[in-house]
């Protein structure tokens, strides 16, 4: 059964929006964008009134699926996994494994220091990823915000609360749309399937009421 959803502010993907656009979906797939509204035959019919539509946020399953967290102390084979460093108040210099990125950042790891580099300077001074739990303080999570490249923020925990904090911090839709799920899915290399609006991408989807006015970012 074919699935039209009308009147959404689609965000499309981490560099387009349509405030008032439709989507054509069955039970699997999208199988057409449209930047306006239409009107198709013999297809259900759901007026989005608005919302804010993304794709469906990150499954946190898929990370203990592609990816392992290891100590730096550990020599691990992740095999096709990719590694993030985690759960470890070690330091940088300590480090003799290849990694993707940053799990849990801020999470039992060493913060900032002059004299002794740790994991937390290290994610905000190379362009690997961090995963950031979405029940950090706000004024935490800006500043990642804002010292971090942001297609490699990754929301983990409750990411719709993550958005939400995000968005009152100054994130943009299509930021949020990264961080909730893109840039995972391209660490990942599951981008092609999941991860934005785009034909032939999977249909789940996300509604979240942020601002009245969708047309406000």
Known sequence: ????????????????QFLDGSLLVDDKH??????????LDDVSVVDLKGKLVFPKFLDLGILDKYQVV?????????????????NTRGYLDEVHIEY???????????????ERFGLVNGAFNDDRYVELDSSLDETILSVVYRLKRKDRII???NIEEGIRKMY???ANFNELLMMSGLNAYRLFGLDKQRGSLIKGKS???????????PSSK
């Open 30 to 39: 999208i199988l057409e964008v449209y930047p306006q509204y239409v009107e």
């Open 70 to 86: 290891v100590d730096p102390l550990d020599v691990v084979d992740g095999g096709d996994k990719k590694i993030m460093l985690g």
């Open 168 to 170: 009152k911090i100054g």
């Open 203 to 213: 249909s789940a989807i996300e509604q979240i009421l942020l601002v009245q006015s």
């Open 100 to 114: 993707d990125g940053y799990y849990d950042l801020f999470n039992n790891m060493t913060g900032f220091s002059i």
């Open 1 to 16: 059964m074919k699935t039209l959803l009308i009147h959404g502010h689609l965000i499309i993907d981490d560099y387009r």
């Open 155 to 157: 929301l983990i925990g």
